[in-house]
């Protein structure tokens, strides 16, 4: 045993990296915040995190497939203007089921659009995506031009403190969305992600059906885009175009803090959600910091990009030694 | 389950070039067809005809006497038609079971894999070449952890999990070593037996003649010469695929060999697999590292060029040097061919010029004289024989003896006087392997050292002054003059007796 080293490790157990690190983060945040386990602060914390985690585990699936989705952030915008236009504060709450079904169309919709470029007509993701990314934040634009608008409170009551048998609502969806990936996974498509994403050539000749699992990744994104739009609509309770552009860049942090590798077809998806949820923390501590605003972003920065240093740094160390 | 195939003059071009004119083949069951051919001969691409990677222009494909038209890989597996690639199929990230079983996995009623089963089937596979692969090869291991050799096993039996009707082995036998050709060929035999027909594509003729019932030739495209193995020698095969004859007159000249210098001296070297490897070189030699493959043969040569780190001394030309970087290496005069060209020794997608010029850019920068780079470079390129279309060509599109010319040109180049070689004649033609063993000679002459590894006994013997034979990271055996014997090499190869004087 004596190469069971940390490379091998990682390798095996992508995960892995992403839980030492919110360990760490938990731990930090525990003591800047002792009263972090109380249900209510665990609550409040969750619910902001959720969104995020959300669009992780769609990110994910895109990254494992080989692809990579920069237009989440736009279809989050669009399902957040839709919502809080359409059902409005004074809105029933039938109008608001009604349209969180039109969302996730919209969503699956939007997430067609981008796998019948990359897919079909194999076109670059990161420069589709991108593209796609401003035609839908022209959309949100285009539908909410000002901030504003709203859902009902109820609903976003509903969101913020339910906590069945005790514990936050955040934690059903996760388990949820674990359990759905947990099936995936063993099932055919689970091979077929992760082989499109190891090695698209082979796959093709050992007759997998690339294109369309490559299409699916994506369909699968935009869907989980629009429950996260659903869910960051429920949390702020009104609508703001911009309100999902800064989280493309955060989604994809989350996997690659989350050990699945940006190259495709290693890794899972259980990894990115704690990447997400351990972003979540690294902004916490810093707002708990009292860090300057103006330093906010660069403070945040830093730590990720330690955090993404240390695997290759500890490999740097390993091999100087002969 | 029989089946017969036959190819009738088929017509294959990609964009314009010509790659098959005239291509004939037939195949029936229980029988062994080997399809032979120099590289660029068109074989790789009867090949894809038959197995549907590639549809035809012209000419016919008969399935039991029936036209067929194959529109993609999958319409061929569908006959039954399934085929070893040689550039592996296999998906390195994941487990060598859901290699195999990919797309054909048995999954239970709610759509999920039967891990068990699948565990199971893979198991028995592997038995199949038990005791000619290491014991860590599971079903769960991850492909990107096996050697060379055991992806080519797995890619084999992913071939063969398909209960084939016709197994194509396109150069399947090309990195594994003997013992595991020994059983492949047994394998061979019994599925022969059991009535599956196999297309045997190779270019090694000693494994051609064990194996096959009959031959096909192509060469240029056309098919050239076919039928019984047993009414033809090797010598006439040859000719038939090379239209010349001079192929294994290589063998060196035994001249005045008087005591020369020591070159290289090599104390004591431990690196990953190498468990204490000491030897010397002396200047002007041609020595040959023999043995079964992944006995520490690659990373002896990467040790030596400072590509791997590695405990011991070794002495160059009587001064102690320790390289940590290739660059040291290189300054020093050393020249590493890589063991797999494609990913090491060469910028793939780049052009021919560029990959010549590599490790001696500096010379030509400051002021650039790409003139001149241009100008050395197209005297490489003739010296070494190199068939192209122009120095601005991608490398990859070259076939596999040219591509591994371009790799040796680069170097010579430099002028290095110290060459390492890691199996270089791997997948090279006959015609282009003649070319290098007479150019390894010729650098010899001119005072070059050369250590150099190959996985073809024959080549070793016909070739070097003295083999060192590695097994289990340790130079098992020293071979040279009278005791430099096929027998005494296979035997000290396999560890099993006392080969040779020590």
């Known amino acids: 045993m004596k190469r069971f080293t940390w490379n091998k490790l990682t390798s095996r157990y992508p995960a892995l990296f992403a839980l030492t690190l919110l360990v760490l983060s938990v731990l930090i945040n525990v003591i800047l915040q002792p009263n972090m386990f109380a249900r209510d602060t665990l609550n409040s914390n969750m619910r902001v995190f959720l969104p995020m985690v959300i669009l992780a585990a769609g990110q994910a699936i895109v990254i494992l497939g080989g692809g990579i989705d920069i237009s989440v952030g736009g279809i989050v915008s669009i399902i957040n203007t839709i919502l809080a236009t359409r059902v409005g504060l004074e809105g029933s709450a039938e109008t608001m089921w009604q349209y969180v079904a039109i969302s996730l169309l919209i969503g699956i919709l939007a997430g067609a659009i981008n796998g019948f470029f990359v897919a079909y007509l194999r076109l670059q993701p990161i420069i589709t995506t991108y593209a796609t990314s401003f035609l839908f934040a022209g959309v949100a634009l285009f539908i909410l031009p000002n901030p504003g608008g709203g859902i009902p409170t109820s609903i976003s009551e509903f969101y913020r403190s339910s906590i069945p048998l005790g514990l936050p609502l955040a934690f059903y969806v996760i388990a949820i969305i674990l359990l759905v990936w947990g099936f995936l996974r063993s099932t055919r498509y689970g091979n077929f992600l992760f082989a499109v994403g190891g090695k698209a050539q082979a796959a093709y000749e050992t007759a997998v059906p690339v294109t369309t699992i490559q299409f699916s990744t994506y369909v699968i994104s935009g869907l989980m885009a629009a429950i996260s739009g659903i869910a960051i609509t429920m949390l702020s309770g009104s609508g703001n175009a911009e309100s999902g552009s800064a989280m493309t860049l955060n989604s994809i942090t989350a996997v690659v803090i989350g050990g699945t590798a940006l190259s495709g077809g290693v890794g899972g998806v259980a990894g990115p959600m704690l990447g997400a949820i351990t972003l979540g923390f690294i902004q916490n501590i810093i707002s708990f910091a009292h860090i300057d605003t103006w330093w906010e972003t660069f403070a945040k920065a830093s730590i990720i990009v330690a955090a993404l240093a240390i695997p290759g740094v500890i490999n740097l160390f390993r091999r100087r030694r002969p | ?502």
């Open chain 2, 1 to 502: 389950m029989t089946l017969s195939l036959s190819a009738r003059n088929v017509v294959k071009r990609y964009e314009g070039v010509i790659a098959l004119s005239d291509g004939n083949l037939e195949v029936n069951s229980g029988e062994v067809v080997a399809l032979i051919g120099a590289n660029g001969s068109g074989k790789s691409t009867m090949s894809k005809v038959i197995n549907g990677v590639v549809v035809l222009d012209g000419g016919q494909l008969l399935l039991d006497n029936k036209p067929v038209h194959f529109a993609s890989p999958q319409a061929a597996k569908k006959e039954g038609i399934s085929t070893v690639f040689q550039e592996l199929s296999l998906i390195p990230q994941m487990s060598v079971a859901d290699n195999i079983w990919l797309t054909r996995e048995p999954l239970d009623r709610f759509g999920r894999v039967r891990r068990k089963e699948v565990m199971a089937r893979t198991e028995a596979l592997i038995a199949l070449f038990e005791g000619t692969i290491k014991p860590d090869l599971k079903p769960e291991t991850p492909v990107s952890e096996l050697p060379p050799d055991e992806k080519q096993i797995v890619e084999i039996l992913k071939a063969v999990s398909f209960d084939p009707r016709l197994l194509i082995l396109d150069e399947a036998t090309a990195s594994l070593d003997s013992r595991q050709v020994q059983r492949l060929f047994e394998l061979v035999k019994k599925w022969k037996e059991e009535g599956k027909a196999i297309v045997f594509v190779s270019h090694r003729m000693e494994e051609i003649f064990r194996i096959a019932d009959r031959y096909s030739v192509l060469r240029n495209g056309k098919t050239v010469g076919a039928g019984n193995i047993n009414e033809i020698t090797e010598k006439d095969l040859i000719k038939l695929m090379i239209d010349k004859e001079s192929v294994f007159s290589y063998t060196r000249s035994e001249s005045e060999k008087a005591e020369k210098p020591v070159c290289l001296e090599v104390n004591d070297v431990h690196a990953d697999t190498l468990k204490g490897v000491s030897f010397y070189v002396n200047e002007g030699e041609l020595v040959g590292i023999g043995g079964l493959r992944g006995q520490g043969q690659r990373d002896l040569l990467l040790a030596l060029f400072g590509d791997i780190p590695f405990s011991g001394s070794i002495q160059y030309r009587g001064k102690p040097v320790h390289f940590r970087h290739p660059n040291q290496a290189m300054k020093n005069g050393f020249a590493l061919v890589p063991g797999d060209r494609n990913r090491e020794g060469l910028l793939y997608i780049r052009s021919i010029l560029e990959n010549f010029q590599l490790p001696s850019w500096a010379r030509y920068s400051f002021p650039l004289k790409l003139g001149k780079a241009r100008k050395d470079a197209e005297r490489a390129g003739a010296d070494l024989n190199l068939k192209m279309a122009g120095l601005q060509q991608p490398v990859s599109s070259l076939s596999g003896g040219n591509a591994q010319k371009v790799v040796i040109g680069k170097w010579l180049l430099r002028q290095p006087s110290l060459l390492l070689l890691d199996d270089p004649t791997k997948g090279v033609d006959v015609g282009t392997k003649a070319e290098f063993y007479a150019l390894l000679t010729r650098l010899c002459e001119e005072g070059k050292t050369i250590l150099f590894y190959s996985s073809d006994d024959e080549e070793l013997i016909g070739l070097c002054d003295r083999v060192m034979v590695l097994h289990d990271g340790k130079i098992y055996a020293e071979l040279a003059g009278s005791t430099l014997t096929h027998e005494n090499l296979v035997a000290a190869s396999l560890g099993v007796t006392e080969g040779g004087a020590r």
